[in-house]
């Protein structure tokens, strides 16, 4: 199947609007957040519409049809990564889901494999979006457990030929991202994760800036949590993914309706996983959306999206190192690589270069992009990032050539 | 093109040749701000001199639009009583809020007023407005330790 960017395009209605004085919309800022298709869109409004009620409850036919349309929605997600439906739990964001891992390590028992101590050591990278990271060190804080991770090297890759020192024989948390939301690296997994599980840890993967772009089989991946967010993946805001083969051992972290077995006066038991993680009301058109993008993106085949990705990986790659005084920071390579791609421009500071594209019509991020002790560690103090999906192609890297080199004559 | 309106010719000058950039060696309170948003940061010195501002010299990493501010701050203050640059600055944050409708007085806020076209642009008035910042948490910090000498004067 040939890929039609122009009838993907069409699917998205905001590719109808201009900004800034009438100029075609360039969007390359999906790696902070994607578009959302029609198909999402009205599936997200069309609950409210027409089936809205509190899932799981009530004695009604709409409470019926919220909890069909919810439940569906967490069985469509589990077929897209792979996984049963009971391995997964339906947070706000991929932030949440996180500190969701972290908190309920805390609230674990002592004894149990995911209770921390003061001998243990928690893994991370230093190519970490803050919302793995943080989480991370807080739970440190409480536990005592001491925080190591590895180093990136200046080819945007992860040091790796000291992973027997850095996953200890105490570590019991790797926590990774799959893919830099900055470098656009795909970190090796199956290396780490086969030291992490040798030593006892469990791996989290922060599958932000994978899932979306690239089959995943959580079983092939052989991690122990992945987390995503929906709006990434063309789908709502309000609405992330937490996977888990072993919620069943975890306490919650989060206490209230819907999560509970019995309750007394005095104490309560939970729910069997997911419920046990899901208390409150959750964001259920929000989840019903993310289902709706989920079957907009397999519709189109996540390899084949994944192909597009690279080969306009490939051609912006090329492109932006034509121009004098550029600099990607990250890999030059195709090889393991996604389609973020961070650069700089000689003395011009990201942000005035961001609002010059802005004002041609041409959206990219600029600043740290929430991975601060990243960009110290490179030692630029921000870059500008051009992030790409399946509704970009190559006229719009031309346009952004062109008006970086324009950039480079207005602060010249 | 209403990129111009930002970019103002008196802005870019600041940004190429900034004023008053380098740190001094002697000062009477130094303090550190960074922009969490975007990552931008400035060291910044101040020294006051018979309730006057007598130096005001900065070091940092930033935009055009936050470079020039502070290289504007560090030469417009200067001279000014503590109550008179205190003055100025709350014109210059009212400026920076008042969303394009505001010109600033240029007898005021001199090369300042060439800022007013950022008031248009909501994700750049941190930019703008970090020396401002630095230097009114440098001045409360004269005040604050002024204060407490005065209260141990007081009390003896």
């Known amino acids: 199947m040939s890929f039609d960017v122009a009838a993907i395009r069409r699917d998205f209605p905001i590719f109808e609007r201009t900004v800034r004085g009438g100029k075609k919309l360039i969007y390359l800022d999906s790696g902070a957040t994607s578009q959302k298709p029609e198909t999402v869109i009205e599936a997200e409004s069309n609950f409210y519409r027409s ?11 709409l409470a019926e049809e919220a909890t069909d349309a919810y439940e569906g929605a967490r069985e469509k997600v589990a077929n897209f990564l792979g996984a049963k439906s009971e391995e997964i739990v339906f947070t706000k964001s991929a932030t949440e889901s996180i500190n969701l891992i972290a908190y309920s390590m805390s609230n674990a ?4 494999r995911f209770a921390l101590t003061s001998q243990d050591r928690i893994v991370v990278t230093e190519m970490e979006h803050h919302a793995n990271l943080i989480p991370w060190q807080q739970l440190a804080s409480r536990s005592g457990a001491k925080i190591s991770w590895f180093e990136v090297l200046p080819n945007g890759r992860l040091d790796l030929d000291s992973i027997n020192a850095v996953i200890s024989e105490d570590t019991k948390v ?8 900055v470098l656009g690296t795909i970190n090796p997994l199956e290396e780490i994760v086969a030291r992490a599980h040798a030593v006892g840890a469990v791996v989290v993967l922060d599958a932000c800036q994978s899932v979306p772009h690239m089959p995943i089989d959580v079983k092939k991946l052989g991690v122990d949590f992945l987390v995503f967010s929906g709006h990434k993946a063309v789908g709502p805001t309000g609405v992330g993914v937490l996977w888990s083969n072993q919620l069943e051992d975890l306490p919650p972290f989060l206490f209230g309706g819907s999560m509970i077995e019995n309750v007394t006066m005095e104490s309560a038991t939970w729910a069997p996983a997911p419920k046990r993680f899901e208390a409150g009301v959750p964001n259920m058109a929000q ?10 993106l397999s519709k189109i085949g996540m390899d084949n999206i994944f192909h597009h990705e690279m080969a306009l990986t490939k051609y912006f790659l090329e492109k932006l190192q034509e121009i004098p005084t550029l600099k990607i920071v990250g890999p030059l390579d195709l090889e393991n690589r996604g389609s973020c791609i961070s650069f700089t421009v000689g003395e011009i500071h990201p942000h005035d270069l961001g609002q010059y594209l802005d004002s ?53 | 093109m209403e990129l111009d309106t930002l970019y103002q010719e008196v802005i ?17 309170v130094q ?14 010195n101040l020294t006051v001199r018979e309730s006057k501002i007598q130096s005001i010299t900065w070091d940092g990493v930033g935009c055009s639009i936050s470079q020039a501010s502070v290289s504007i701050v560090s030469d417009l203050l200067l001279d000014k009583s503590l109550d008179e640059a205190g ?14 409708t505001k010109e600033g007085d240029p007898l005021v806020l001199e090369d300042a007023v060439a800022m007013a076209g950022v008031s248009k642009f909501p994700a750049r008035i941190k930019c703008a407005l970090l020396g401002w910042m630095a230097y009114r948490d440098a001045a409360d910090r004269i005040k604050q330790s002024q204060d407490s000498v005065d209260e141990r004067g007081g009390s003896q």
């Not at chain 1, 028992?109 to 149990?112: I, K, M, Q």
């Not at chain 1, 790797?174 to 939301?181: C, E, G």
């Not at chain 2, 303090?31 to 910044?44: A, F, K, R, Y």
């Open chain 2, 31 to 44: 303090v550190h701000h960074i922009n969490p948003s975007c990552g931008d940061e400035i060291t910044l």
């Open chain 1, 360 to 412: 041609q019509g041409i959206a990219v991020r600029t600043g740290h992009h929430c991975a601060w002790p990243l960009t110290r560690k490179l030692g630029v103090p921000a870059t500008t990032r051009a992030s790409l999906y399946l509704y970009n192609q190559e006229a719009e890297c031309d346009l952004l050539v062109s008006g970086i080199v324009n950039a480079q004559k207005y602060f010249a």
């Open chain 1, 51 to 61: 089936h809205n009620a509190a899932v799981h409850r009530g004695a009604h036919q």
């Open chain 2, 12 to 28: 870019l000058d600041h940004y190429k040749h900034p004023l008053n950039k380098g740190l001094s060696g002697t000062y009477d």
């Open chain 1, 287 to 296: 989840a019903v959306g993310l289902g709706a993008a989920l079957d907009f």
């Open chain 1, 109 to 112: 028992p002592s004894g149990s």
């Open chain 2, 87 to 100: 003055a100025i600055t709350e014109q210059f944050i009212e400026l920076m809020h008042s969303k394009g």
């Open chain 1, 174 to 181: 790797v926590a990774i991202t799959h893919q830099s939301n």
